[in-house]
């Protein structure tokens, strides 16, 4: 025993951490492969039985999964974006071009001090940005992201929508209650006053496309906009987009209708108190909130994962096995040679760089070559791939749209923000709704 | 207000993404050099070592690069070894021309503790007086100087700085600059005699007869 005492104690403390995490990590591998030796056709047929339980179950935590790197790369393109905007380079010193800086922001949040203030309702203190967070998270459940790659279809999609993100008001009053301080309710109770009031002018100004879809199934949206990018519903429903994504905004919290958390001017609002990865949630919720309602407005108005045109139908015949041995010569020799092709020219047209550097770029050069490659072919030959694709280049360009409205506009003033909701977009809501209703009955679908 | 609402947000969209694409203004410092001029120095000051000495150790080498003489030694070096003050050059100017030596390898001149002619005071006293003793107005002063004594003496030099405030080293900075001031020959033309030749005593009293009073022989 003094033995083992002795070789432990000689151990640095990574030692000791790799000494007890390995044992613990295999006696769980033994156990899992037990248990899936012993019961695997048990447990197979379970999923085969309960399959939509299971699918539900993966797309739920593939989708919580999502949002985090989702959230990471919205903050940073915030900050670089807004940076050059501002003539300035923006984050460039954590990872390549300074792209792990949100990473380094989300550790920064967890190692903060968790504090709940004295006098503060713990429970619901607590539960409040998980409320926001997980009505945020909930929404992206409906959204198609490609054909086939969705959580749930459902033919009241875009109600449940609705009604899941008006849930994060909730999280909102809870969070500017629970906190114990009358600037917190105060700036819960602003924002549950702006978000209830553009929920209105939000909702009515989708009734529009309702009658012209004629379903509440989001895939069933995109798959009636597929074709020519004329059939996406924009160019049925101009005011109806304008509309919804003024609301959209101001539903999402983003500039000029940041009120909630106007930085500058009153303190955090409803999370004043809040800090460490607490208000870490609050932060994340509003960005990928940010891609969500990108990704709604991409799926309601432009075709979602439709391509603007319709897509020449190509096929790739690859038979890799029919290579025989020339397979094995050309995954051993592949890389070399083509690090060295990609070389060339680095070292015969610039005598001023040095050999391992030209030898690095062509080697790199021969990534994106074969990146480019694949990704060629899975656009080609798989439609969830090239609808992905299309998908999140659309949301990613009004993401950047939500971006640069925050570099651009100043925020409006709370009586500006509740008149325009109230005098100007319901109006144009519900103008919007009967002039599609007099069209739909004049013209028909 | 234009007609058509919506515009100036239009105008300001364009404005930004405008500037999305323009070149950036940072300089990432450290990889890449800052632009400044040639000739800048920043600001000169004297560094002290972690325990609290003056890494200075009176070499006068950046006294002697300085182009326009503004820098001169005093105190005491970082060995204490040696001591240099302000005062009569008799009780420090060997000591600090053999260090001196020792220390840049070869004699190093030293112009503000030679021996200057003295001149007439009362007149550059005039002089101040019209002008308020305001260092801001030196250009005019020292113009009012160089017509007077024809051009610029050291002693008249001294004698504003002393009753104006300002600087030796910037007075003389001034006087160097403009190209219509002078900044004078050795010869006295009130004492007429060569101030290098004279005796200690003797020199020290033509400067305090010119200064109209006997304290500086008193002492």
């Given amino acids: 025993m003094a033995v083992v005492a002795r070789a432990w104690g000689r151990l640095t403390i990574p030692g000791k951490v790799l000494f007890t995490v390995l044992p613990l990590l295999l006696a769980l591998g033994l156990a899992l492969a037990a248990v899936v030796g012993l019961f695997g056709g ?4 379970l999923a085969v039985q309960y399959g939509e339980v299971v699918r539900f179950l993966a797309s739920a935590t593939i989708i919580l999964l999502i949002t985090i790197p989702t959230a990471f790369l919205i903050i940073f393109m915030e900050m670089k974006i807004i940076a050059f905007m501002n003539l300035r380079i923006g984050p460039d010193r954590v990872g390549p071009w300074g792209t792990l800086l949100s990473v380094v922001h989300g550790l920064k949040v967890l190692m903060k001090e968790d504090f709940t203030p004295s006098g503060a309702d713990s429970l619901v203190f607590t539960l409040a940005p998980v409320v926001v967070y997980g009505a945020s998270v909930m929404t992206l459940l409906v959204i198609p992201f490609a054909p086939g790659l969705f ?10 929508f609705f009604a899941v993100g008006g849930l994060s008001v909730v999280g909102l009053m809870m969070a500017g209650w629970s906190s114990f301080n009358k600037y917190s309710l105060l700036g819960g109770l602003r924002s549950a006053a702006q978000m209830v009031s553009y929920e209105i002018p939000l909702t009515l100004s989708v009734v529009g496309l309702l009658l012209l879809a004629g379903t509440m199934s989001l895939n069933q949206f995109v798959e009636n906009q597929s074709g020519w990018f004329t059939n996406w519903y924009i160019f049925q429903q101009p005011l109806g987009f ?4 003024i609301a959209m905004t101001a539903e999402a919290n983003r500039t000029p209708f940041d009120l909630t958390e106007a930085d500058s001017e009153i303190v955090a609002g409803f999370a004043t108190e809040y800090s460490g990865m607490r208000f870490g949630f609050f932060f994340f919720a509003e960005y990928v909130n940010v891609f969500i309602v990108s990704a709604l407005t991409v799926v309601l108005f432009f075709g979602g994962w439709n391509a603007p045109f319709p897509f020449p139908e190509l096929s790739v015949a ?3 096995g029919g290579l025989g041995i020339w397979l094995l010569v050309g995954i051993a020799l592949g890389p070399v040679v083509g690090t060295l092709i990609l070389a060339a020219p680095f070292i015969l047209l ?3 760089m040095p050999i391992w550097q030209a030898l690095v770029a062509g080697f790199v050069l021969l990534n994106a070559l074969v990146v480019g490659l694949v990704l060629a072919w899975a656009f080609i030959s798989f439609e969830w791939v090239a609808g992905l694709l299309w998908f999140l280049g659309k949301t990613y360009a009004f993401v950047f749209t939500f971006v640069w409205m925050r570099g651009t506009l100043p925020r409006i003033r709370i009586d500006q923000l509740m008149g325009f909701a109230w005098k100007w977009l319901l109006p144009a809501a519900l103008l919007n709704l009967f002039v599609t209703a007099g069209a739909i009955l004049v013209v028909g679908r | 207000m234009s007609l058509i609402p919506g515009t100036g947000m239009v105008k300001g969209m364009a404005l930004t993404l405008r500037r999305f694409f323009q070149p950036k203004v940072t300089v990432r410092y450290p990889e890449v050099p800052a632009n400044v001029a040639v000739k800048f120095r920043g600001r000169l000051q004297l560094l002290h070592d972690e325990n609290g000495a003056l890494k200075c150790e009176t070499c006068f080498q950046c006294a002697q690069a300085c182009p326009v003489e503004c820098i001169d030694m005093g105190g005491v070096d970082t060995k204490g070894r040696f001591h240099v003050h302000w005062g009569a050059a008799e009780t420090y100017g060997e000591r600090r021309e053999e ?4 220390r840049a390898g070869r004699p190093v001149p030293d112009p503000s503790h030679e021996r200057f002619p003295a001149v007439d005071v009362a007149l550059v006293d005039e002089i101040l007086e019209a002008h308020d003793h305001d260092p801001a107005r030196m250009l005019q002063i020292l113009e009012a100087v160089q017509a007077a ?3 610029l003496p050291v002693g008249a030099l001294k004698r504003v700085s002393e009753r104006s405030g300002a600087d030796y080293a910037r007075i003389y900075g001034t006087a160097s600059y403009y190209h219509h001031l002078r900044v004078g020959p050795v010869e006295s033309p009130s004492t007429g005699a060569n101030p290098a030749a004279l005796a200690d005593a003797d020199y ?4 305090a007869a010119a200064a109209g009073g006997a304290s500086r022989a008193a002492g």
């Fill in chain 1, 242 to 245: 304008v509309i919804f994504f």
């Fill in chain 2, 149 to 151: 004594f024809g051009h």
């Fill in chain 2, 204 to 207: 020290l009293a033509a400067i």
């Fill in chain 1, 350 to 352: 610039r005598s001023t």
């Fill in chain 1, 151 to 160: 959580a749930q279809d459902f033919n009241l999609g875009l109600l449940y």
């Fill in chain 1, 42 to 45: 048990a447990i197979v047929d």
């Fill in chain 2, 99 to 102: 260090s001196a030596l020792r």
């Fill in chain 1, 318 to 320: 690859l038979d890799p």
